[in-house]
């Protein structure tokens, strides 16, 4: 379930501190998936969340090395987790292209925002079930 309600002025990483996500993986009980190795390999990666600089580096969040620090190496795995992060904007735009309330703000009261927000996850999320069964 989504975790709606964050004020648009809040970075990122703020959000994400208040969140209920976050407090189920600080005190360990979030259900997250065992490592798994990598196909047609023998390495094996933790399952990890993608953050952008305004994130703290966890055991379970990896975000970009800071610009002044980087190496070759750096700098590609800096580009390869900003891949990452622009499917998760993706997403957002078609959410924001099918439900169009989202491109402005939504002028109700907060509770009633949530269950809108929540309602159109929810709505896409069922959809995308169906499509792939």
Known sequence: MPDVGAYGKQSDGGIFRHSS???LLSSNNFNMPNAKKLPLS???LPFVILGDESHPLLSYLMRPYPRRQLTES????NDRLRRGRRVV???FGILAGKWRI???PIETS???????VKC?????HSHRQRRFR
Request: proline share 4%; net charge negative.
């Open 120 to 124: 159109m996850c929810f709505a896409q």
């Open 42 to 44: 023998d390495v094996e």
């Open 102 to 104: 989202l491109n402005k």
């Open 74 to 77: 750096r700098r590609l795995f």
């Open 110 to 116: 907060p509770n009633t925002a949530d269950s809108i």
């Open 89 to 91: 904007e993706h997403a």
């Open 21 to 23: 996500l976050y407090q």
